[in-house]
């Protein structure tokens, strides 16, 4: 391990040489390296062919020979002994070496929530290691009171033992505190060191006994966890009130309670060398296709990252690699109800440790603008409500393009509607005008986002008094600028999938720009690579413009039609399901 070096600040000094001043006092100020990017690279090999006279009997005398900086460089540069202990994985016998173990592994006695006690159980020496926040006092305590009536005797025949019968006397040793002292529910053996400090980071504790070489794992953990309230992205007027939160086992054991089917399969891994990010894959093993579950399986396990903070969003783009396309590969949902509904339908899922919000895959660009509140009202209701968010998506895309092309070439306009178009032109053009209006409505979305909730109502008037209405009144804009352009704002708001809405924001954009400039041919060429781009982009295999291109009839007609739930008899094809019935026969 290299030693790192600590950039220290150079005093200016007037009237007088700054080199000839620190011989006179005998100092040197130590010269960084810099590369061509202006980090800080290591210069040690440049030091040691310095002489430096002061450093032994500076060391010898017990001082320091740069001060600040050389026990800085003490307290980073690691011993042999150091090196060796960082690298030991076994669990030693004696607690001395295993506590040094651990002061150079996980930080003992440097990090205050790294917590090692140590108590004594019917004569036998017993340490505990946990991490303090994660440690649940409850569990813990049960625990340490049956403890408390452990007797003596395994100790006394320890003592009376032969050579022989050490391996079965810690054998019987660690079996007696797994199966009859611990009273837990969870509790496994492990022999290696690392598998204890994995088990305690993830909110677990270990039970380490001197003079054995294994330890107890007790999966006692209490993690910092909101209530599983209504997502705000996904309200509805009827239904479950209740979402997925940070906790990765409080969200499976959500999907859990609402599929009972023993074949719904939950395979645990982990990402991220240094986060050791849980991951949790979730399909229905009859249902879901195989092949998919294995491409999924085997995208996780060639993550190689040091790690995911970020949760589910660092894992979209490590597994799918969509690069620079702007438009969702995958489908985020905060509900535990809209998760099963596609896990029955043949669909995989992917949760990831602390984030609400599972991935469903594979899906289409289809998947993303259905809500669940068409589901929950009659299907008619719901099919209403589907057309009216179908037009408004389409408004979001296409509505500010065509009104430009109509008042930039006012010939294509048919008959009848001769009343669109500005009365009178304002001071700035009007793709500046759109331009400005577009990037202001990202502005206040924004705004809107870090304004607490008691100031966003004033942010809003503001918005809309003053400055909307004052820019119109002004001649700076027109007035249909703003209409259209709030229709199509309501039309992105009302886009279920927040990713779809932005990536349609950034569509329509684009769209605009090509008709300002190329008038129709603009609009017309615009258009169509939109659709070819989105008809070339696959989500693990499957056609994202699914069923249009290529085209199958039937699922069309589910997708504009909401169907009524008994008529429903079959899966969707895209997932290739492998059991495509939805209402088996006896």
């Known amino acids: 391990m290299k030693p ?89 016998k004696d607690f001395g070496r295993l506590k040094r173990q651990l002061e150079e592994q996980v930080g003992l006695n440097k990090s205050f929530d790294v917590v090692f006690r140590e108590m004594v159980f019917g004569g036998q020496n017993t340490g505990i290691f946990y991490y303090n926040g994660f440690a649940k006092d409850t569990v813990l305590t049960d625990i340490l009171v049956r403890l408390s009536y452990a007797d003596q005797r395994h100790q006394d025949d320890g003592h009376t033992a032969g050579q022989g019968d050490r391996g079965k006397e810690q054998s019987d040793v660690i079996a007696l505190f797994e199966q009859a002292l611990i009273p837990h529910i969870q ?19 270990a039970f380490f006994f001197e003079g054995y070489e294994e330890a107890v794992l007790v999966d006692a953990k209490s993690f910092p966890v909101r209530s599983t309230e209504e997502p705000d992205l996904e309200r509805v007027v009827r239904g479950s009130r209740d979402g997925f939160v940070e906790t990765l086992l409080t969200n499976v054991t959500l999907v859990r309670r609402r599929i009972r089917d023993p074949r719904l399969k939950l395979e645990i891994t982990q990402a991220g060398k240094r986060t050791q990010t849980d991951i949790c894959i979730g399909y229905i093993q009859d249902i879901c296709d195989k092949n998919l579950v294995e491409a999924v399986r085997d995208k996780i396990q060639q993550v190689d990252v040091d790690g995911m903070p970020l949760a589910e969003k660092q894992l979209e783009e490590a597994i799918i690699g969509k690069g620079w396309n702007p438009y969702p590969m995958v489908r985020f949902s905060e509900r535990p109800d809209v998760v099963s509904a596609h896990l029955l339908e043949g669909h995989l899922i992917v949760f990831v440790d602390t984030s609400p919000s599972v991935m469903i895959l594979p899906t289409t660009f289809f998947h993303h603008v259905q809500h669940a509140e068409e589901y929950r009202q009659t299907p008619l209701t719901g099919t209403y409500l589907r057309w009216v968010r179908f037009f408004g998506i389409a408004a979001s895309l296409f509505l500010l393009p065509l009104w430009m092309l109509m008042v930039i070439a006012p010939e294509l306009k048919p008959a009848g509607l001769d009343f669109i178009g500005p009365q009178k032109e304002g001071k700035i053009p009007l793709l500046g005008q759109f331009l400005i209006a577009e990037f202001g409505l990202d502005l206040m979305r924004m705004a809107a986002i870090h304004t607490p909730t008691p100031l966003a109502t004033a942010m809003g008037l503001v918005a809309a008094i003053l400055i909307g209405d004052v820019a119109v009144k002004s001649g700076l804009f027109v007035n249909e600028v703003i209409l259209y352009l709030a229709v199509a704002a309501v039309g992105t708001f009302a886009t279920p999938s927040y990713e779809l809405s932005l990536a349609n924001r950034l569509a329509r954009l684009g769209l605009l720009l090509a008709t300002a400039v190329f008038k129709v041919p603009g609009l017309v060429i615009g258009s169509t690579l939109l659709v070819l781009m989105l008809a070339l982009q696959r989500s693990y295999n499957t056609p994202y413009l699914w069923p249009v291109i290529p085209f199958n009839g039937k699922a069309l007609a589910d997708i504009i039609i909401r169907r009524p739930f008994m008529s429903m008899k079959t899966r969707l094809s895209i997932t290739k399901p492998t059991d495509r019935t939805r209402q088996p026969q006896p």
């Open 4 to 92: 790192y070096k600590r950039a220290k600040l150079l005093r200016v000094r007037t009237g007088s040489d700054p080199e000839k001043e620190d011989r006179q006092n005998g100092k040197s100020e130590e010269k960084l390296a810099i590369d061509s990017e202006g980090n800080i690279i290591d210069n040690s090999e440049t030091e040691s062919e310095m002489p430096q006279p002061h450093i032994e009997s500076e060391a010898s005398s017990g001082g320091s020979p740069k001060g600040e900086s050389g026990s800085f460089h003490q307290e980073w540069t690691l011993t042999e002994e150091e090196r060796e202990l960082m690298k030991d994985t076994s669990i030693s």
């Open 187 to 205: 509790v496994t053996k492990t022999k290696k060191l690392k598998e204890a400090i994995d088990h305690a980071a993830i909110g677990g504790t």
